[in-house]
Structure formats: C-alpha cells, structure tokens
C-alpha cells in the first residue's frame, strides 16, 4: 500500500501534468497543493523526474483497470470490447475538461529532449497496443474483421490514431475528434 501523502502528491500530479505538463509543473505548486512539507517529497521521490514516472506508472494501472474492465467482459464480442474501452476513455476526457491522454502530452512535450520519458512513453503505448491487439485477434478468429487483418498493427494504428484525435479534442475542447475518428476506424476495421 502507497503511503498517503505519497499517494496525495501522485494524485495531484497526475491531474496537475495533465493541465500544466512537466516543464511547468513546479514543486513547490504540487507541495501547496497537496500542503505537504518540502522533505516529505524528497522522501518519496529522488526527484522530479523520479515523481514524473511514478505519475505515469499510476496513470498506467488506471489504463490497465480500465483495458481489464473492458476487454475481459466475455459477454461482448471482441471489437465491441475495443469499442467499449475507448468509449469509457472518451468519457473520462470529457469528465476532466478534454485535457488528454497524460502519455500523449508527455510524448509530445519529452521525447526529444528526454531518452528517459520518450521510452517509457513509447513503452506504454505499446503495452495497450499489445492488449487491444489480443483483442482483435480473438475478432480476426470469428470473422469480425477480415482473416488477412494483422491484428498487432491495426492495434498500434488505432492507439496511433487515438492519440492524434487526443490531441485535436484537447485544442477544440471537445468530443468531436474523439467521436470522429473512433467512428471512422471502427468502421473500417469491420469491412
């Protein structure tokens, strides 16, 4: 079990890069915040980068609760369970003001600059990929998509393409790219 006021100042970092993004966060920002003294960070984190990780490492088992959630109920067929998960993702941005996928910002704002972020980032990406792609093999298996479909790089496309309409939904503050491109792709997957 996390400690509390570790678990405090991860919160409200995660919320806090999502609207700021790493440059600008700052810690003493996160330390008024969350009303935390100064050492209590350091205790728990050997620095920003450090704290950084750990945000991403929580925002990721959220993502694998939900991929759980969604892809493991056996009562829906297997594209409809994809569908299902980018719908409640599509919701949570919506609940949280359309600010993004914390991996997409993050992404967007590192990669070039830090080796560190840009491959745990990338490492992300691909572990969702990897659990929407068993997800579409098990489609490809009963005829949902076509049999000639690669299931692993419709899977990296769709993240690919979710991560672009992120973005578009973050700068218009609203669903429509979302809704857009999850239309668009489902659509396609399934002819």
Same mark, same amino acid.
């Given at each position: ?15 806090? $890069?999502? /609207?700021?993004? @790493?440059? !600008?966060? &700052?810690?003493?920002?996160? +330390? ?7 050492? %209590? ?46 719908? $409640?993702? /599509?919701?949570? @941005?919506? !609940?949280? &003001?359309?600010?993004?996928? +914390? ?7 590192? %990669? ?80």
């Amino acid at each position: 079990m996390t400690h509390p006021t570790k678990q405090r100042l991860l919160d409200a970092g995660l919320a806090m $890069l999502l /609207r700021h993004g @790493y440059n !600008d966060l &700052g810690i003493q920002a996160l +330390l008024s915040a969350t009303s935390t003294p100064k050492g %209590s960070f350091y205790h728990h984190f050997k620095d920003k980068e450090n704290f950084a990780l750990e945000v991403v490492d929580q925002y990721m088992q959220q993502v694998h609760a939900g991929l759980d959630l969604c892809l493991g109920d056996k009562n829906r067929p297997p594209l409809e369970r994809v569908s299902y998960f980018f719908e $409640l993702t /599509r919701q949570s @941005y919506h !609940d949280e &003001g359309y600010m993004g996928c +914390l991996l997409g910002g993050l992404g967007q704002e590192l %990669s070039g600059v830090s080796e560190v972020f840009r491959r745990k980032v990338e490492w992300c990406f691909a572990e969702i990929a990897d659990r929407i792609a068993a997800c579409l093999e098990d489609a490809r298996k009963i005829g949902d998509i076509p049999a000639d479909s690669d299931p692993r790089s419709m899977a990296s496309l769709l993240v690919d393409c979710w991560e672009g309409a992120a973005l578009r939904s973050r700068l218009q503050g609203d669903a429509a790219p979302l809704t857009a491109m999850l239309d668009f792709y489902f659509r396609s997957a399934s002819s």
